[in-house]
């Protein structure tokens, strides 16, 4: 597994489940959502991301 598909596993991960505790536990969840999302859209401008610094850390490769 490279670093770029499994930060795509995680973010869909954090996603889904944010989604499903917004539904059944609190609406507040929606906001992680907001901020999973915007920091894929940063991500995608910036060229930046912190998942990426801390995956390779773990020693997952590119």
């Avoid at 596993?9 to 889904?16: K, P, S, V």
């Avoid at 059944?24 to 920091?39: I, K, M, P, R």
Wanted: glycine residues 8%.
């Amino acid at each position: 597994m490279n670093v770029n598909r499994a930060i795509r596993i995680i973010a869909g991960l954090f996603i889904m489940l944010s989604l499903a505790l917004g539904h059944w536990v609190n609406e507040y969840y929606y906001l992680f959502t907001a901020f999973v999302g915007l920091n894929l859209f940063q991500s995608g401008i910036t060229r930046w991301c912190l998942m990426e610094k801390i995956l390779r850390k773990f020693g997952i490769k590119d």
